[in-house]
C-alpha cells in the first residue's frame, strides 16, 4: 500500500525537490502552496495532488488535512518547509517584520503540526519532519530574527517528541547549511536603515563574504535526499545535518568554547 506524505511550501527549493524525491519513489504526495496555480513541474507525476495552503491561515491548513484524511485516510508524513528568512540590521525591523517572520516559520509550523497530530494518533503514528537550519543551533550576523525562529522550531520539536512518543509519532528535524535556493534570492527579506550609514560597512563585509558561500552551496536535491532518509529509517534519530559545512561548524560549536567560536565567524565574515 501507498504511504502519504503532505509537504507544504512545496512551489521552489527544498520542497519542491521533494515532492519530486518522494514522488520519483511511489509515494502518493500531497504538495501544497500559497498559490498552486502557478505550479507547472508536477505534471508528469500522476501520484502527486496540489492543495492551496497557506501556513499562516489555521482554515486553509484544516481544510486541507481533512481533504487528506477523506482521500487518503490518513498521512504518514509531514515535512513543514514552508518558510523564509529575514536578515539586516535588528535596529530596522518593524513589530511587523518581525511577526510576520515568527508567523510564518513558527506559528504555521505549530498550526500544521497540530493538525498532523489529530491525523496520525488516531491512526496509530505517523512522523512529522521539520526543516530548520543549522540556524537553529549556532548563529551568525545579520541573522538575528530567522536564528530566534529555527530555535524556536528546535526547542518545540525537542520537547514535543515525548508526549508524542507514547502515539507512535516521531519527530525529525533536518538542519541543512548553505543550500542554493530562493531563500538568498527571491525570498529573501532584508532590512537596513534608512536613517543612518552606520551598518553599512558591516553589512558589505558580510554579503561579500556570504556570496562566496552560496556559490558553493549544494542544490536543494541534498536536502530532499535526507527527508527520504529520515521518512524512512525507521529510527529514532532526531536530527540530520546537511549541507556544508554546517555538518562541520555544528561539530565546532560544540567543542569550541563562545570565545573561539565566535572569534572563527568574525574572521570568516572580516568583521
Do not use: C
Not at 65 to 72: A, G, H, L, P, W
Not at 86 to 94: I, K, P
Not at 147 to 174: D, M, P, R, W
Not at 228 to 251: C, E, H, Q, V
Amino acid at each position: 500500500m501507498k504511504k502519504t506524505i503532505l509537504i507544504t511550501g512545496s512551489s521552489s527549493g527544498i520542497g519542491k525537490s521533494t515532492v519530486i524525491e518522494f514522488a520519483k519513489n511511489g509515494w502518493n504526495v500531497i504538495a501544497t502552496q500559497r498559490n498552486p496555480e502557478k505550479e507547472s513541474d508536477f505534471k508528469t507525476f500522476n501520484n502527486v495532488k496540489l492543495y492551496p495552503l497557506d501556513v499562516t491561515n489555521l482554515d486553509s491548513i484544516s481544510k486541507v488535512f481533512q481533504k487528506v484524511k477523506e482521500e487518503f485516510g490518513t498521512i504518514d508524513v509531514v515535512v513543514n518547509n514552508a518558510g523564509y528568512g529575514v536578515d539586516g540590521a535588528f535596529e530596522a525591523m518593524s513589530d511587523e517584520v518581525i511577526e510576520d517572520q515568527f508567523n510564518t516559520n513558527v506559528f504555521g509550523l505549530m498550526r500544521v503540526t497540530r493538525e498532523a497530530i489529530k491525523v496520525m494518533r488516531p491512526s496509530g503514528g505517523g512522523t512529522i519532519i521539520q526543516i530548520s537550519s543549522m540556524g537553529g543551533k549556532i548563529t551568525f550576523p545579520l541573522y538575528s530574527i530567522y536564528h530566534a525562529t529555527k530555535f524556536a522550531v528546535e526547542g518545540f520539536t525537542e520537547s514535543l517528541h515525548y508526549e508524542l512518543a507514547q502515539f507512535n509519532i516521531k519527530l525529525k528535524l533536518i538542519e541543512p547549511g548553505p543550500i542554493a535556493t530562493d531563500f538568498y534570492g527571491r525570498s529573501r527579506k532584508f532590512v537596513k536603515p534608512d536613517y543612518t550609514s552606520d551598518y553599512d560597512v558591516f553589512i558589505s563585509k558580510f554579503n561579500a563574504a556570504a556570496s562566496k558561500v552560496i556559490n558553493d552551496a549544494e542544490g536543494p536535491e541534498v536536502v530532499a535526499k535526507t527527508i527520504f532518509i529520515a521518512a524512512t529509517d525507521n529510527s529514532n534519530k532526531m536530527r540530520y545535518a546537511i549541507g556544508k559545512p554546517g555538518p562541520m561548524l555544528l561539530k565546532l560549536r560544540k567543542i569550541l568554547s563562545d570565545k573561539l567560536y565566535f572569534l572563527l565567524i568574525r574572521k570568516s565574515y572580516n568583521i
